[in-house]
């Protein structure tokens, strides 16, 4: 367990306020744990010298740090100018932005986004970035109200985040103190649809694997997603759902119980799918999100009510990511100690030492009659075990073990494993976004 107490594949606690600062065309104020930079959009129509005559618009970027945004005062860098880290701080961000924006559908049109880190815990940058789009968005907006700009230039969310390789474990979003004694860290500037803008990497001392960065890449894809959904919540919020009644898209009991404990305080009254003779649903999807959106959608139309519905899986390192979206159909008859048994030979004979795994899950609440879905989700990770252990939980429990602990999750209490599990988590998400 990281010195925060979160897991190593959990960002810290995010919020987005906009609309901070009331005379720039766009502005937030992001907080990521206790990092918090004030991000300001201000449009000028006017275009640097040399872009004069190309009929685009520019964006750039300004970044600096309050002389008490850290522990010991700093001096102010208006005297000798920008310091060198200040200056490739400002081009990453307006790199980044730009990246996902048509230039020459801003005509003219020059934006400078300033990022002012008022409180300092590691991540300024990739923060700056984040908040950074939000103001930017709120300025576009702005513009394109006015009718200064005809259509919206900006062709998808892009959004940062740190990772770094601490006491030999991977982890994600990554504070002060951990920064400060990593053995390597990386920052990754990703756009919505998970191409890459900008990867920086440095080892402090030994280098790292190729296995070792494409686990930080997993970890930073992951967290991204995150961070674009406060994105949208704090661009687009979305009022609270009002659920008296809601259908559990499923015929595991295992989940079913889950999901009834956790909604009992709430007065929502659960029903199974099979409670409701619904047909079953086709998992024809490729990803965990798309067959919980076909599943939730589908029992929706049937019941006319509000519908959640999962899908998760196991996904183990060495084997390619198997069984993912595949998990309840690896083994004849849904049968999970066979499927155990499968997997568990199938890392035999990898002959490897890398047993590192993750569950995850999503979860998808689709309004009556399918209409508008949501997505919550949840991911823990940790490794596969050689033997089964415990006896409670359902699905590959017994094999595998959480980060951290030498138990599996069947070896867990209803209550333990519901706190820290991948589902667990989304549901968490699930009841902080609609009770």
């Known amino acids: 367990m990281r010195h925060s107490q979160r897991q190593n594949d959990e960002i810290r606690s995010v919020e987005i306020i906009p609309g901070y600062n009331p005379y720039a065309e766009g502005s937030c104020l992001i907080k990521c744990g206790n990092t918090h930079v004030v991000c300001t959009a201000s449009v000028e129509e006017k275009l640097p010298a040399w872009l004069k005559g190309q009929n685009r618009g520019w964006i750039t970027a300004e970044y600096g740090m309050l002389p008490r945004s850290t522990q010991q005062r700093m001096s102010r860098e208006a005297k ?37 880190v008022i409180q300092a815990d590691g991540g300024t940058r990739t923060a700056s970035i984040t ?12 513009l394109m109200a006015e009718k200064k700009l005809k259509v919206n230039p900006i062709r998808e969310h892009v959004a940062a985040v740190s990772c770094a390789i601490h006491d030999g474990q991977e982890i ?41 960065f494409n686990r930080l890449f997993a970890l930073a894809k992951d967290g991204i997603r995150r961070l674009i959904a406060k994105q949208k919540e704090a661009l687009d919020p979305q009022p609270k759902p009002v659920i008296k009644e809601l259908v559990i898209a499923s015929h595991n009991p ?61 996904c183990v390192d060495a084997l390619d990511g198997a069984p993912g979206v595949y998990s309840a159909r690896y083994a004849p008859n849904r049968d999970f100690d066979q499927a155990m048994d499968k997997l568990l030979g199938e890392l035999e004979a990898k002959n490897t030492d ?36 415990g006896n409670n939980g359902f699905g590959f429990d017994p094999i595998f073990r959480p980060e951290g602990d030498s138990r599996s999750f069947a070896e867990y209490s209803a209550e333990e494993k519901a706190a820290v599990s991948h589902r667990g988590r989304a549901l968490q998400q699930f009841v902080k976004s609609c009770f």
């Open 80 to 116: 000798k100018g920008p310091s060198g880290r200040t200056q490739e701080i400002q081009r990453l961000i307006g790199r980044s932005l730009r990246a996902v924006v048509d230039l020459e559908k801003m005509k003219d049109i020059s934006i400078c986004i300033d990022c002012d």
């Open 172 to 212: 994600v979003d990554v504070d002060y103190v951990e920064d400060s004694s990593a053995q390597a860290d990386m920052n990754f500037v990703l756009s919505e649809s998970g191409k890459i803008v900008e990867i920086q990497g440095t080892a402090e001392g030994q280098p790292f694997s190729e296995e070792e």
């Open 131 to 142: 908040g950074g789009f939000v103001a930017l968005t709120l300025a576009i907006r702005k």
């Open 254 to 314: 295992g989940k079913i119980a889950e999901f009834t404990q956790l909604l009992a305080p709430f007065g929502v009254k659960v029903y199974s799918a099979k409670e409701l003779n619904l047909d079953d649903v086709e998992e024809t999807g490729t990803t965990f999100a798309e067959n919980a959106q076909l599943k939730a959608v589908a029992m929706a139309k049937q019941s006319g009510k509000y519908a959640l519905a999962d899908d998760s899986g196991l």
């Open 354 to 389: 890398n047993r590192r795994a993750h569950f995850e899950c999503v979860l998808a609440l689709a309004s009556p009659a399918g209409g508008d879905c949501r997505l919550f989700s949840g991911r823990v990770c940790g490794e596969i075990a050689k033997v089964k252990s």
